[in-house]
């Protein structure tokens, strides 16, 4: 495996199968936590990219909102008027959609 992100305590990291063989046009993405066997992320290469860039986007921007709290009405309410990103959920142990 080829491990191309890792969470910057080194919790987890995501990596890709690689061969000699030469590589997928676009490869399933691989997470693993601690010492857990690896899982395959929803989207492929091209889809995980973009998700994660939103992801990044949105922990290091100047204002965030994170709530634990907010029932499924509130979030639907919420959201309501924005377009969501046509992608597989993010984040295998707490699904995400942008």
Sequence with gaps: ??????ENQGGFSWSLLWTLDGAEAD?????????????AEQEPLN?????FSLYEASM???????SHSLTGEQVDRLAEELLPVPLLPFWPGAPTRF
Excluded at 27 to 39: C, K, N, S
Excluded at 47 to 51: E, N, V
Excluded at 60 to 66: E, K, L, M, S
């Design 1 to 6: 495996m080829l491990v191309f992100g890792e």
């Design 27 to 39: 490869p399933t993405v691989w997470f693993r936590e601690y010492d857990e066997p690896a899982i």
């Design 47 to 51: 889809g995980f990219l973009i998700q």
């Design 60 to 66: 290091g921007a100047d204002y965030r909102a994170v």
